[in-house]
């Protein structure tokens, strides 16, 4: 019974072998190349994103020097340098980017993030500007609103912040932006309601955390908020209400806060120790 079966695929086999041996040299190479594209594709996602910064940079400068006609390859340098924390660098790749006929309007967004963190926000204008308005996506407006921030433009940041807000589905970030916009304003209560809603989008966020106590305690709420947060967590936190404390001249609310940081802490709380010392110290010596 099995015979039939046998020839058949002795037959296929023989098919396949002669449908190899026709082919040329040129469909050889072709599916070579396909095969590479598609392992280069896979180690070129390895490096933008698993491994170490600086290998990713040194990946795509090789890779970009070796082909330089390849858009595809500065856009992986560029943001393998965002990712080594070499921003300044970066904007001179993206800038390479952008005056290419390859250039994007996403290209010259990325350019103006590396401007940002380069400090350098008057150049960051100037590329936010030179996008049509017509480009509407989350980034471009998280990076107009950070200018309109910078310029003291608070309108604006507020409208920018609200359209990026409605453009992402993790907001958590660009909470976090508005209500420190909203902080850096003196706008202390705002400030302390986006925080809050930042958390119920990403509540292991410490920084948005630690932003929230500084919005309560500058309205001379000590106590702390009601967040999920870790026994180390809550120790610098208590750390942080206690010296806003202290610099609002609620000194014996401050002791009492730093005195909690140095028992809540699992381990010893160092910088609560030593400001605790320094405070007691002064208050001896008045």
């Not at 098919?15 to 594709?41: F, Q």
């Not at 940079?57 to 500065?74: G, T, W």
């Not at 001179?92 to 967004?109: A, C, F, Q």
Request: negative net charge; hydrophobic residues 40%; contains cysteine.
């Amino acid at each position: 019974m099995r015979h039939p079966i046998l020839t058949s695929l002795c037959i296929a086999g023989v098919t396949a072998l002669s449908a190899c041996g026709n082919s040329s040299d040129a469909d050889v190479k072709r599916a070579l190349e396909d095969v590479n594209v598609i392992d280069e594709t896979n180690l070129n996602d390895v490096m933008l994103t698993v491994a170490d910064p600086n290998e990713g940079v040194a990946y795509f400068m090789r890779a970009s020097n070796q082909h330089p006609e390849r858009i595809d390859l500065k856009r992986g340098l560029a943001k393998s340098l965002i990712r080594a924390k070499k921003p300044r660098e970066a904007a001179l790749v993206w800038k390479v980017i952008i005056d290419s006929p390859e250039g994007t309007n996403e290209d010259r967004v990325s350019h103006a993030d590396a401007l940002i963190r380069s400090n350098d926000w008057k150049s960051a204008e100037t590329a936010l500007n030179a996008i049509p308005p017509t480009y509407e996506t989350f980034d471009r407006y998280r990076l107009e609103a950070m200018v309109a921030d910078a310029n003291k433009k608070w309108s604006k940041a507020d409208s920018f912040y609200e359209t990026a807000f409605g453009l992402t589905t993790k907001p958590a970030g660009v909470l976090n932006n508005w209500g420190y916009s909203k902080l850096t304003r003196g706008d202390y209560a705002d400030a302390e309601r986006l925080f809050g809603e930042a958390l119920t989008y990403d509540s292991k966020n410490f920084t948005t955390k630690n932003n929230l106590v500084l919005a309560r305690a500058a309205q001379r709420k000590y106590d702390m908020p009601i967040v999920q947060m870790t026994q180390q967590e809550r120790a610098e936190l208590l750390y942080t209400a206690g010296l806003t404390a202290i610099k609002q001249g609620d000194v014996t609310t401050g002791r009492s806060l730093l005195e909690d940081a140095v028992e809540t802490s699992p381990r010893h709380f160092e910088q609560a120790a030593r400001a605790l010392e320094t405070l007691n110290a002064s208050v001896t010596k008045g």
